[in-house]
């Protein structure tokens, strides 16, 4: 058994990264999210869309590649964005989902600690395991432009 280390506690991108209806799908351990990589989930807002207003959604996946089993692991949002019409929130999806069959049905939470009563438990992650994770955008129509928009995912034990 070796040691738990949460900088092997890593996120993936899903096989079908465009968007739409088909965006979902299984893990790409081939892509994986690197923290700080700026559109590294999501793209920007373009004008027409701040202005309009849009729903957005992406599936990633978070994976244990420790050597052994992480106990108890949670997620939550750690930094919300920083934009006043911007929010995320998420919800635990499927290893298969699309956005058209799951993704866009689902109840979505916005917690921000790991003790927060909505923090989604996602119950212990043996080595390689993984859990989907769906994480939906909403710009609010009309609201200000905002350069260098950003949000930060985390997950632990508890």
Known sequence: MGEINPANLKLYRCTTWTEGDSHGGAID???????????????????????????DYRKVFLRNENASTWPSVVAWIQQLTNATNDEVSIAL??????????????????????????????????????QAIWIKRIVTAG????????????ADSV
């Open 93 to 130: 999806g499927t290893d298969g989902g699309t956005k058209a069959d799951e993704g866009a049905g689902l109840s979505y939470v916005q917690p921000t600690t790991s003790d927060h009563t909505d923090a989604l438990s996602i119950g212990d992650l043996a080595q390689d395991e993984y």
């Open 29 to 55: 351990t081939t892509s994986e999210i690197i923290s700080g990589n700026i559109n590294n989930i999501f793209d920007n807002v373009t004008n027409a869309e701040r202005e309009n207003g849009m729903t």
């Open 143 to 154: 609201g200000n432009g905002y350069t260098n928009n950003t949000f930060q995912l985390a």
